[in-house]
């Protein structure tokens, strides 16, 4: 870049204006909602989902999720009964628009949704060079967009493969677990548009949330265990093959 | 004093060294966000700022609160866990505007919409009521038979 001096006198003044923005912030909203009170999960029951992307649709209308780009999105998994290690895996645009009509064979079918694990010791915020995606006191991995360089080192850390560098804005986007819904005690957009329960919003630290009886009395998974990322989204019938 | 006698330079040095470390003070108090720390190696207003994004789906207790006489017939059949907007789609723009009825919902097309969820495919759960829309009663859209509130046949389904 070929900056002149009139050229600097001009820009430096406005970026100090940015920046100024930048620093001031906002205070927190909902004056209600105490972030020590909840450490946040999801649990995602695959014995109920029917792969309809009611999901996918309403992650995608209420947090403006470009196309092609998914903060959730559900995989088909095809697999035979001896050879788990080579599942035939699919999910035409994210699951969005469902699936192929699938004709019965020898293998078994179902399907998987995904979403940020929001992993308690998450290898993405761990890489982060800046300090802009962090684990909030109640347990939701964010990512502040206004400190973001969008150097996508935390998409290459995500196991998971949760994370996506915004096509407009440039900076890392993901699953939020609709963080401005939950801090107003409504449940996530996905969980909403769910029509079979296959997915519920968890509070580990509310007492009364019935995932602690569901944890208790059914024989639940995390995704990528060997990993130990503290990943919460916990999977109810998780089949071996998926990964 | 002899010691110090030819270190002049010494002193001078470590003046800069001391002015170019309240010049880094300085910078870092201007350029470092207030909240930055406040929890972690992060800026803790950026919490704030996430949660404050707009809702589009009211959710369907907010439903509910008016349209008491839908959220009645639902609870009999065996729609009665699925959300309002996972059919009718995100609403919040209806349910919190000043005059709810001024912003009108779409109602959906049972053909469509019904197909979504209800098409038969080896690959959904066994339970799971599947119906092939190519014969099953083709033609006539499904709400002309069954009341998607409470779609149950038994439940006097035909409107």
Redesign the interface.
């Known amino acids: 870049m070929n900056l002149s001096r009139r050229k600097m006198l001009i820009l430096l003044p406005a970026a100090a204006v940015a920046?100024e923005s930048?620093?001031a912030?906002?205070?927190?909203?909902?004056p209600n909602?105490k972030?020590s009170d909840h450490w946040w999960g999801m649990l995602i029951d695959i014995?109920?989902?029917?792969?309809?992307?009611?999901c996918v649709r309403?992650c995608q209308?209420?947090?403006d999720v470009p196309d092609g780009y998914f903060r959730t999105w559900v995989e088909?998994y095809?697999v035979s009964d001896e050879n788990m290690t080579e599942p035939e895996v699919i999910s035409p645009d994210g699951g969005k628009e469902?699936?192929p009509?699938?004709?019965?064979?020898d293998k078994k079918?179902?399907?998987v949704p995904k979403l940020c694990n929001h992993c308690a010791d998450s290898p993405c915020t761990q890489v982060c060079p800046v300090?802009?995606?962090?684990?909030?006191?109640d347990g939701v991995v964010?990512v502040?967009q206004?400190?973001c360089l969008g150097c996508a080192y935390c998409v290459q850390a995500c196991p998971y493969g949760c994370r996506y560098i915004h096509p407009q804005k440039k900076v890392a986007d993901k699953c939020?677990l609709c963080?401005?819904?939950i801090?107003?005690g409504?449940?996530t957009?996905c969980c909403?548009?769910?029509?079979?329960?296959a997915r519920q919003l968890a509070d580990l630290k509310n007492p009364k949330d019935p995932i602690h009886e569901f944890l208790k009395t059914h024989s639940v998974q995390v995704l990528k265990p060997q990993m130990a990322t503290g990943a919460k989204a916990f999977y109810n019938d998780l089949d071996g093959s998926v990964r | 004093m002899s010691v110090f006698k030819d270190a002049g330079h010494l002193f001078r040095f470590a003046g800069l060294f001391v002015l170019a470390f309240l010049v880094f003070l300085g910078l870092r108090h201007y350029v470092v966000p207030k909240s930055f720390g406040q929890y972690g190696h992060y800026r803790g207003n950026a919490i704030g700022e996430i949660a404050q994004r707009p809702v589009k789906f009211a959710g369907h207790e907010t439903c509910e609160s008016c349209h008491s006489d839908v959220a009645d017939k639902k609870k009999a059949g065996k729609h009665a866990h699925v959300n309002c907007e996972a059919c009718h789609g995100a609403l919040a723009s209806h349910a919190n505007a000043d005059d709810p009825t001024a912003v009108k919902p779409v109602l959906p097309d049972t053909a469509v919409l019904c197909a979504q969820c209800h098409t038969a495919s080896a690959a959904k759960p066994k339970g799971f009521p599947q119906v092939d829309p190519a014969s099953h009663y083709p033609g006539p859209p499904c709400g002309s038979c069954h009341q998607p509130h409470n779609p149950g046949m038994e439940a006097g389904g035909a409107k």
């Open positions: 920046w930048v620093l912030g906002t205070p927190e909203d909902a909602y972030m014995s109920k989902c029917i792969g309809c992307g009611n309403a209308t209420e947090n088909r095809h469902g699936f009509v699938a004709q019965q064979d079918y179902f399907f300090g802009a995606t962090f684990i909030s006191p964010l502040d206004t400190y939020t963080y401005h819904r801090t107003k409504l449940t957009a909403e548009a769910c029509p079979t329960g």
